[in-house]
């Protein structure tokens, strides 16, 4: 199976410890983004990479929220000091930038996060 | 800003019968429109998506869509209802024109299917 796979798929924590979950994009897609989707509500944006670059991070993102795409391939995104709050799924999606046209994202399976 | 607003957060309908999810988007230039659907405990699935070619556009398991931009509507259809078909599902609007940066999505409608 070639598409975008994350990992883990469920991660449970006490709040205060530090998380990182992976993020496996399509091979050659070169913008991956990262979501957060909370019970009966869409993805909401966190960030986006193109290639190695961190191109825009969403205003909602804490400081506590770090994501990295160190060679342009995988990802990955810790959360420091976890609250409560950020108990949700954790999306990965990648896309392939073109110079005209459309691109569309393929999400992967999500990373369950229960902070207790 | 562009912004999506799907008008049924639940929708229940018997199998064989019809579907019709309604969503209307704001935008200020000619946009990419998407459906995804979420199926319990799985991914987030490309459903169709429209990119300023054919205004009816047709997707995976049957379902299809049309463009309105009189209306700035992008309804999904389905002639008929499949048990399969139970699930979330989700309009998303690009956030600039051409290729899409960002997507801007609707806060989702359930699907029920009665037998």
């Known amino acids: 199976d070639t598409g975008v796979s994350q990992d883990p798929r469920h991660k449970i924590t006490k709040r205060g410890q530090n998380v990182t979950f992976r993020c496996d994009p399509i091979?050659?897609?070169?913008?991956l983004y990262w979501y957060r989707q909370t019970l009966g509500q869409g993805p909401e944006f966190l960030t986006y990479?193109?290639?190695?670059?961190?191109?825009?991070k969403s205003r909602l993102l804490s400081d506590r929220f770090s994501a990295e795409r160190p060679k342009g391939s995988f990802s990955t995104l810790e959360i420091q000091r976890t609250e409560q709050g950020d108990s949700a799924m954790y999306l990965c999606?990648?896309?392939?930038?073109?110079?005209?046209?459309?691109?569309?994202?393929?999400f992967g399976p999500g990373t369950r996060l229960t902070v207790t | 800003a562009q912004s999506v607003t799907q008008l049924d957060s639940h929708v229940s309908v018997s199998e064989g019968t019809p579907v019709l999810l309604r969503c209307n988007y704001s935008?200020?230039?000619?946009?990419?429109l998407f459906w995804y659907v979420q199926h319990p405990n799985k991914g987030l699935q490309l459903l169709l998506k429209?990119?300023?070619?054919a205004t009816l556009v047709k997707g995976i398991n049957g379902f299809e869509a049309e463009f309105k931009k009189s209306e700035t509507s992008f309804h999904l259809t389905k002639p008929s209802a499949h048990m399969s078909d139970a699930a979330e599902y989700f309009c998303?609007?690009?956030?600039?024109?051409?290729?899409?940066?960002?997507?801007?999505w609707g806060l989702g409608t359930s699907l029920a299917v009665n037998p």
């Open positions: 091979s050659e897609h070169n913008r």
């Open positions: 998303v609007v690009s956030d600039q024109a051409g290729n899409n940066r960002k997507l801007i």
């Open positions: 999606a990648s896309s392939l930038a073109r110079a005209a046209g459309v691109s569309e994202q393929y």
């Open positions: 429209y990119t300023s070619a």
């Open positions: 935008s200020s230039y000619s946009p990419s």
């Open positions: 990479f193109q290639n190695e670059a961190q191109l825009e």
